[in-house]
């Protein structure tokens, strides 16, 4: 477990520290809030052509709220402690390249479906949205990553042979 532990930390560190840099903000997190705002507007255009996506903000062209993609609503965090994780637990390259990418998919697939909630919830009722965009979606974006590493884990002790077989 200490080991475990360590590792962890370590990476987190390393992680975070990684994704301040400002050349890392400007070539990767950046262009990627802006994607992340575009598919937001992609998903509710079907439904609601008022929005427009401009960078990373989602505007309503009738009513004028907004909302924008910042630091730490991108997903990029959370998808960090599922990746410190993920390498700290002793598995193949193969199978951590595995969770890694379907837990980062996980988390940003949920965290669309949080940009177009609070871009919802925003225009109807401002308290709603603070307290839901404070509290609720970030304990439920935390649970997808617990989630997704809790599926990790039991996938992997399916793939070990049992000492019956070995």
């Known amino acids: 477990m200490f080991k475990f532990l360590s ?4 990476c987190l560190m390393t992680l975070f520290t990684i994704e301040l840099l400002n050349p890392v903000q400007a070539a990767v997190i950046q262009p990627f809030t802006t994607f992340l705002a575009w598919i937001a507007a992609s998903v509710i255009l079907p439904f609601d052509d008022t929005v427009i996506s401009s960078g990373r903000v989602l505007r309503d062209s009738v009513s004028g709220f907004a909302v924008s993609i910042e630091a730490g609503c991108n997903g990029v965090e959370a998808s960090i402690v599922l990746i410190a994780g993920v390498l700290a637990f002793p598995a193949t390259w193969g199978q951590r390249l595995a969770a890694i990418t379907l837990g980062f998919t996980a988390i940003q697939v949920l965290n669309v479906l949080r940009i177009v909630s609070l871009f919802y919830l925003g225009q109807w009722n401002l308290e709603i949205f603070e307290w839901t965009h404070l509290y609720f979606w970030p304990v439920l974006i935390m649970l997808d990553v ?10 992997l002790s399916r793939s070990e042979p ?3 077989n070995a």
């Open 7 to 10: 590792i962890f930390v370590a």
């Open 146 to 155: 617990l989630l997704v590493f809790a599926f990790y884990l039991r996938w």
């Open 162 to 164: 049992s000492p019956q």
